[in-house]
């Protein structure tokens, strides 16, 4: 037998026996009720077999969620999300290697315990929630919808900084919506009766009924629609839309708008990870602290930038005090201010100082007309890769979370 596969006891014999009923708490796999026999199990991959890429064919019968040692993350297999996640997971050195586009699986070398399965968003949270998944990179809007806020879910990470987009309740700019600019007003409309709910059309059925409940609307019918839910409300077929915005042009461009109050929740891509795996899946943990550590680091660096001056002083302290009597200088801990040695009539001597000092991207110029203006030369500028604090706040989050 292949070190890489493992036997599972006859099914059918253990289906048949009453004494070899699974163990409670365990799942039993679909393939059983299909009447599917004696099959083998991917058991985890050998570290050694890192080269080969996840096997797409399917298993005869899956392993029990016990019985599977091997983590899984799932990413979105399509839609705009797919390729920022890996693009983001590249960033943090986590390249994903998928050999054949065709399969749904994939590694990451970096971490040889992971298996990668790309799998439809809403379908990463349904996986989630059973443990068929461990880990999962989805938007909130997609966690918060189908995980109808489910403790069996866990938002490691809850800004990834991408996928940005708004959950909101739109309505026509004309007719009887013409006045109407505030949830208030539409809630007061006098047209909504029980004869004549105030028609929502959404792909988001479960945020979108618990927002106009929480919001006092008493006569709301719904609609379930999957897109072009904007061309709605012109056919007649709903009075106003709860549906994704970002730039705001697909409502813009079908005579739509948002209103005071209408934004039922603000989205983008988070770490997602199924509760009962971290406490229980050997791993798991480990694997969620490493990502989040890399993501955290990554994530905190790209705002960043280093920049390094010259600066004529007496000494270190001197050089310090002016560095700090700017506002747009102080650094991360404050700056770092090394001498630069030069030789002078054979002699070693200090006349300038280096300042590293770590700005915020967004103030690069300000920092860069404060330097000069304290006498700093030379100046260089450096983008960072990382930025690895002592800790990450979010894994003690998460720890306190768990109750670790
Ligand atoms: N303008 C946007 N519209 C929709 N989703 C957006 C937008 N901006 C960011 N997102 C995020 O991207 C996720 C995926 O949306 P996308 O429409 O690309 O894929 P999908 O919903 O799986 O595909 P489809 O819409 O065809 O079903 C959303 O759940 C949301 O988190
Ligand atoms: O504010 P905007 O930048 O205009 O983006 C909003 C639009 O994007 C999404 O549709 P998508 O492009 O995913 O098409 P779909 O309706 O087929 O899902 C969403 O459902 C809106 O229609
Ligand atoms: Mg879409």
Request: one cysteine or more; glycine letters at 8%; charged letters at 20%.
């Amino acid at each position: 037998m292949s070190p890489m596969l493992a036997t599972l006891p006859d099914v059918t014999a253990v289906l048949h026996s009453p004494s070899a009923s699974p163990p409670s708490g365990l799942r039993a796999p679909a393939a059983v009720g299909m009447g599917m026999a004696r099959t083998r199990f991917l058991a985890p991959r050998a570290a050694a077999s890192a080269a080969s890429a996840v096997s797409a064919k399917p298993a005869a019968v899956a392993p029990l969620y016990a019985d599977r040692t091997v983590v899984r993350i799932g990413l979105p297999s399509k839609g705009r999300m797919s390729e920022q996640t890996l693009s983001l997971l590249k960033s943090c050195q986590l390249s994903v290697r998928h050999l054949n586009p065709r399969q749904y699986t994939a590694d990451i070398p970096q971490v040889p315990n992971l298996e990668v399965w790309f799998q439809r968003p809403k379908d990463i949270v349904r996986k989630l929630q059973s443990g068929d998944l461990d880990l999962g990179i989805v938007g909130l809007d997609i966690v918060s919808e189908y995980g109808q806020g489910s403790d069996d879910l866990v938002v490691v990470h809850d800004a990834l900084e991408f996928g940005h987009c708004r959950l909101s309740l739109a309505v026509p700019k004309e007719g009887i919506f013409e006045n109407i600019n505030t949830l208030e007003d539409l809630a007061n409309m006098p047209e909504w009766t029980q004869e004549r709910p105030l028609r929502v059309v959404t792909g988001f059925g479960y945020l979108g009924e618990k927002f106009m409940r929480e919001n006092g609307f008493n006569h709301v019918s719904f609609l379930a629609g999957d897109g072009a839910l904007e061309s709605y409300p012109a056919m007649g077929m709903a009075d106003v839309i709860v549906d994704l915005v970002s730039s705001g042009t697909t409502l813009r461009e079908n005579n739509l708008k948002e209103i005071d109050g209408g934004v039922v929740l603000e989205s983008q891509a988070t770490l997602v990870a199924c509760r009962r795996s971290l406490h229980k899946r050997n791993g798991v943990l480990e694997i969620t602290h490493e990502m989040l550590e890399r993501l955290e680091a990554h994530l905190t660096a790209t705002g960043e930038i280093m920049v390094t001056a010259n600066m004529r002083g007496n000494s270190a302290e001197e050089v310090a005090e002016r560095v700090l009597s700017q506002t747009s200088l102080c650094g991360l801990q404050g700056p770092t201010i090394s001498p630069v040695y030069r030789s002078r009539d054979g002699k070693v001597a200090v006349e300038y100082y280096a300042i590293n000092v770590v700005v915020p991207q967004k103030s690069l110029y300000k920092s860069i007309q404060q330097l000069r203006s304290i006498g700093g030369s030379g100046v260089l500028v450096t983008k960072l890769t990382y930025i690895f604090d002592e800790e990450t706040p979010r894994w003690r989050k998460l720890l306190s979370e768990l109750g670790l």
